[in-house]
Nanobody, 119 residues
Framework: QVHLVESGGGSVQAGGSLKLTCVAS????????MGWFRQGPGKEREGVAA??????IYADSVKGRFTISRDKAKNTLYLEMDSLKPEDTAMYYC??????????????WGQGTQVTVSS
């Protein structure tokens, strides 16, 4: 049974930072794409960042502010978010087993962690 468990969400003022963590279990994820997706209020879910080997890829809206990384030995995925904006407010989901930022391809999903940015 594959499980992805996110943590690290919370409330922060604009300009602040948060670091999300996703711990994966039930499989070896070192050969999987892993990514972060988000769904804001009244919006469709969108890709934020994804990583396979080497550096990550990012949505234009978060480039230069967010950094995705992974610790393969710990089966853990991270998303460091700096210079947060109110429009970053969303439920953030960790996903594995897909490709890049194409969310429909991802097989495994976490339950999400809420990020709220106030102005």
């Amino acid at each position: 049974q594959v499980h992805l468990v996110e943590s690290g969400g919370g409330s922060v003022q604009a300009g602040g930072s948060l670091k999300l963590t996703c711990v994966a279990s039930g499989d070896t994820f070192s050969n999987y794409w892993m990514g972060w997706f988000r769904q804001g209020p009244g919006k469709e879910r969108e890709g934020v960042a994804a990583i396979y080997v080497g550096g990550g890829i990012y949505a234009d809206s978060v480039k230069g502010r967010f950094t995705i990384s992974r610790d393969k030995a710990k089966n853990t995925l991270y998303l460091e978010m700096d210079s947060l904006k109110p429009e970053d407010t969303a439920m953030y989901y960790c996903a594995a087993g897909g490709f890049a930022l194409g969310q429909t391809a991802y097989r495994y999903w976490g339950q999400g962690t809420q990020v709220t940015v106030s102005s």
